[in-house]
């Protein structure tokens, strides 16, 4: 079992978020792809532990755009447009070692930090101000949802196959900036209508979801499964499944579609080193909703459901680890495979787990 705490549990997927979404709100629940490398079906053994997550999205683009002849085309890049991210994911989790309903039990929670910058080029000619091709954007640092995951259980049914189940809850507490929006940057680089402090008014609340924000303005229940399989010597494969229901974000008049996530890995383990492959994919089921706003009167048109709102993501690539003893390291990385409507493009991670001890030696030491 001790060469699998770096490998470590369940619980790390309820409590992760991930790069802004391009069709539903601006960032969904689930940091896409976190479980690669992760035992999704075992808590470790019993103590707290420290997991820090890093990833990197150097280069991500929308999908989902529409030609001059007005046709949608969901799985095109729009190029005109770049975000480079950067999210930081600290956690705390505590596997108990108390049992419930047969189960290990355990609990976690985190706060996730993000940078987010955000680039687009309006691709217009001969409209003054904006000039040629003029390009505007931000980038700002801020704080995602708080995410608690009370209910964290993990079944060994026996020595080789665990099964993994649990609730988490991201709470409606992240910053965020509605002043940072694009109608706030066209109105800096002095774009001038008439009506315009009222117009830009009303668009910073109601543009459609497209701030800068660091967060949704919306609570999350996600309940979680997972599955990990051990075979001697070293050999580790394990599924997490996530399903993640919003509550409508009444800043933006938007409601994301419910999302089903899956994280994937096959590795294997020789002395210190673990070498392996992951995959990820983000599939939503069913359209986002959106009360489209009069920028200039205020007026809803009412809430209804979006056509071509629907986002998936997949993505495939290597991971390798070292354990340090009690520390262990991971980095992982993901070529994009397939994108529609949401952000698209290669990303990496970086894992530390450090083992904080285990004051409360309620089932073990």
């Known amino acids: 079992m001790r060469r699998y705490i770096g490998a470590i549990c369940l619980s790390i997927a309820m409590v992760m978020m991930t790069a802004p979404a391009f069709a539903n709100e601006q ?3 689930h940091l896409r792809g976190l479980e690669e490398g992760l035992a999704a079906g075992l808590l470790p053994p019993p103590g707290f532990y420290f997991i820090s997550t890093s990833i990197w999205a150097p280069s991500f683009h929308p999908y989902g755009i ?27 989790m505590w596997s108990s070692g108390c049992k419930i309903l047969g189960a290990d039990y355990g609990a976690a929670i985190s706060e996730p930090l993000n940078y987010t910058s955000f680039r687009s080029q309006t691709g217009l000619t001969g409209i003054s101000p904006l000039g040629t091709n003029f390009e505007y954007g931000s980038s700002q640092w801020g704080a995602y949802n708080t995410i608690i995951a ?17 609730l988490a809850v991201g709470v409606n507490d992240g910053t965020s900036s509605p002043g940072d929006s694009v109608a706030s940057n066209l109105k800096n680089a002095g774009l001038d209508l008439p009506g315009a402090n009222k117009l830009y008014t009303n668009l910073s609340k109601y543009d459609g979801n ?24 070293g050999w580790h494969v394990s599924a997490d499944f996530i399903y993640a ?48 706003v009069n920028p200039l009167t205020g007026k809803s048109s009412g809430f209804k459901s979006q ?23 991971m980095f992982v990385y993901n070529f994009a495979l397939e994108t529609k409507n949401d952000l698209g493009g290669d990303f990496a991670y970086l894992r530390l787990v450090i083992p904080l001890g285990n004051p409360f030696p309620f089932g073990g030491k």
């Open 66 to 92: 529409t030609d001059n002849a007005g046709v949608y085309h969901a799985d095109q890049a729009n190029s005109n447009t770049k975000f480079f991210v950067f999210v930081e994911v600290p956690v705390l």
């Open 150 to 166: 009370p209910i964290l259980l993990s079944w060994h049914l026996n020595p080789a196959l665990h099964i993994g189940a649990g």
């Open 210 to 233: 497209i701030y800068l924000w660091s967060s949704n303005n919306c609570w999350t229940f996600a309940p979680h499964f997972g599955i990990t399989f051990l075979y001697p010597p």
């Open 307 to 329: 056509p071509n709102s629907q986002s998936d993501n997949y993505a495939l690539g290597p991971l390798i680890g070292y354990d340090f003893g009690p520390c262990s390291l």
């Open 245 to 292: 229901w919003y509550t409508k974000d009444t800043d933006t008049n938007y409601q994301s579609g419910d999302q089903f996530f899956g994280d994937y890995t096959v590795s294997y383990t020789c002395g210190k080193w673990t070498f392996g492959i992951g995959a990820e994919s983000t599939t939503q089921i069913q359209n986002d909703k959106f009360a489209l």
């Open 27 to 29: 960032w969904d629940y």
